[in-house]
């Protein structure tokens, strides 16, 4: 994202990826990291326990706190702080993504640690409010672009 997008941008990238995902046309880098709001807002896909409250991210189907079976998909909140970060720019074997690339460690508003990407920030500091966006990481083998939740400057 360059400084010039806003956020009623991300939410129109939202909406088609959100339809090119649909249609087949895209594919989420990972099955069931992220979901949309009944608004079409894109947000972390987590779960949360019903014995013991604890959220995680990814999602699990039992509790990493009390081990509880009872754990149901929760959406988090698209919102978080930058905690730390570092600059990857040697691609990793069998990434096909650009380089260099920022991986950020965000604590969302739920709470929780995330490491995700970090894009469109021109400086980069402890503590920025960052919010949730979704990008193409690449192409895969059939052309279609490979859709991942990434965190911009708020």
Known sequence: ???TESPSSDSA???GFRAALQSGAAQAVAEGIFDFTVDGEPRLAGSECEACGTRVFPASHRCPNCFSSHARR???SDRGVLDSYTVVRQAPPGWRGGVPYVIAKVVVEDGLTVHSQLVGADAIQSGM????VL????KDEQGRD???P???PA
């Open 1 to 3: 994202m360059t400084k």
């Open 13 to 15: 990238a939202a909406t």
């Open 74 to 76: 929760t959406l988090l």
């Open 129 to 132: 409010k960052l919010r949730l």
């Open 135 to 138: 990008r193409s990481l690449y």
């Open 146 to 148: 490979v859709i991942a």
């Open 150 to 152: 990434v965190f911009a």
